[in-house]
């Protein structure tokens, strides 16, 4: 739903930046071994912005037409006090000014959390888990308890949270227990979404050895289940089909497969005030700067209004074995998947 009172700001390619993601911090309790090294150099505490500052941004953001923000990260509920900012901006929820706060979380504090953040306005989350096997759960995550993240989707379901979980697809790890956790989902009354690996920041292991194209995974789905193609939207770039069997809907994001810039309708702001108009180039714009040099917020607006006129077309992200490099330098953790 588009505000009249506060109209979308438009990109130079006609699209609508309605949707904010916002990586509270770049830390996090798990390693998962596709997102990040093992031994990370994080950003200092003293660099990061304030959650009153993370407020301030979100509330000119709303002003200007954003209508959806996802918290992620690094881990979002790992933020000291974050629950004050999730209040904070599930107000403008409350007030009309938004239609959804939602987050993306690995789980591992949910049954803390839960039921506070139903009360804050948030009615839907995505949880990642990658295998429902807690040897292999910890592997992936390099020391991630199962268990605990479980425990926590029971928590959010009984808390009234809506969730959908999102796995990466990784060779030779998960591909062929997707089916399995699909019926899992979907018996659970949870959506699932599966997304292919992004070269971004440097880790342990290359990159191909794990990069299974989901045109691959959905082919060998169709072998065991009826695919529907339907139009369901949930404002981000998941494709989603039904699933005949289990009556579930299935979403693919595919950054790599089949580019989806073509509707892009977001940008990412990092913990620190840097915000990113597409998650796979290195272009970005300094919003700490504005934001601390006045006290009203006319330098941050014209700050944005500038960015957005540099929301390029697309990313250019490629994974193949002569390309070693990662497309952009950073962590998805620090620009927030
Ligand atoms: N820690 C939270 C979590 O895991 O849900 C939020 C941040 S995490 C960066 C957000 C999502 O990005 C997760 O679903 C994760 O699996 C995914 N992700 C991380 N690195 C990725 C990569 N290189 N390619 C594709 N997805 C990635
Ligand atoms: Fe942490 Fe999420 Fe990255 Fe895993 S994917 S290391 S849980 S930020």
């Given at each position: ?89 599930g ?32 009615r ?21 308890e ?47 979404t599966?997304?292919?690996t ?9 990159r ?68 990113y ?61």
């Amino acid at each position: 739903m588009q505000d009249t009172l506060n109209p979308a700001m438009m990109d130079p390619f006609g699209r609508a930046v309605t949707y904010l993601r916002v990586s509270v911090t770049d830390r996090c309790d798990f390693r998962c071994t596709y997102c990040m090294a093992e031994n990370m150099t994080f950003l200092p505490k003293k660099d990061l912005l304030t959650l009153e500052e993370l407020e301030r941004l979100c509330a000119v953001f709303v002003d200007k037409g954003v209508r959806k923000i996802r918290l992620t990260g690094g881990e979002p509920l790992v933020r000291k006090n974050i629950m004050h900012l999730v209040r904070q901006v599930g107000r403008h929820v409350e007030a009309g000014r938004m239609d959804e706060l939602t987050l993306t979380t690995n789980g591992s504090q949910l049954a803390r959390f839960a039921s506070e953040l139903y009360d804050c306005g948030v009615r839907r989350i995505n949880v990642s888990i990658d295998t429902l096997d807690p040897d292999k759960f910890r592997k992936i995550t390099r020391w991630g308890e199962l268990d605990k993240v479980l425990e926590g989707v029971r928590a959010a379901q009984a808390a009234g949270l809506k969730i959908k979980i999102n796995a990466v697809a990784l060779k030779d790890f998960n591909d062929t227990e997707i089916p399995d956790m699909l019926k899992w989902a979907h018996g659970e009354g949870m959506d699932m979404t599966v997304i292919e690996t992004m070269p971004m920041g440097e880790i342990d292991e290359d990159r191909t050895d794990r990069y299974l194209p989901l045109s691959q995974l959905r082919a060998d789905l169709e072998r065991r289940f009826t695919l529907e193609d339907i139009p369901f939207k949930t404002g981000g770039p998941a494709r989603y089909v039904k699933i005949r069997e289990t009556g579930g809907r299935l979403g693919f994001i595919t950054p790599m497969t089949h580019n989806f810039c073509e509707s892009c309708n977001r940008v990412r702001l990092t913990c620190t005030g840097t915000l990113y108009m597409c998650l796979g180039q290195d272009d970005a714009a300094d919003l700490r700067g504005p934001l601390r040099a006045s006290e009203g917020n006319d330098l941050l607006s014209a700050a944005i209004d500038e960015a957005i006129t540099r929301k390029p077309k697309g990313h250019d992200f490629i994974i193949d074995r002569t390309t070693r490099q990662p497309a952009v330098a950073r962590h998805m953790s620090v620009t927030g998947g």
